[in-house]
């Protein structure tokens, strides 16, 4: 069967870059638009598919994940640090 893509005209973005940027943003990526476009450029230019393909975008998932976790926990622990800090009784001065 043979798959054809369509381009989309000058201005215009596709639903899938779309989906893709959105997803990014709800995941609060910085440049999430600028990750989204450079993927699906990269997606479009490749011709070969590696071995280890499938073992190496579970570990690249996995590893997102835990950087999602740990920037979660940063911003938790910040919030934490910082109502903290107005309860010290020098909390004007500090």
Not at 18 to 25: G, S
Request: net charge positive; hydrophobic share 50%; charged share 25%.
């Amino acid at each position: 069967m043979l798959l054809t893509v369509t381009r989309p005209r000058p201005g215009y973005a596709a639903p899938e870059l779309l989906c893709f940027a959105t997803w990014l943003k709800n995941r609060k990526v910085s440049s999430g638009v600028a990750v989204a476009l450079t993927v699906m450029e990269v997606a479009e230019a490749r011709f070969t598919v590696l071995r280890a393909e499938r073992l190496t975008a579970t570990m690249v998932a996995r590893l997102a994940k835990g950087v999602t976790a740990v920037a979660e926990e940063i911003a938790e622990l910040g919030a934490l640090l910082k109502a903290r800090s107005r309860e010290h009784p020098h909390a004007e001065v500090i």
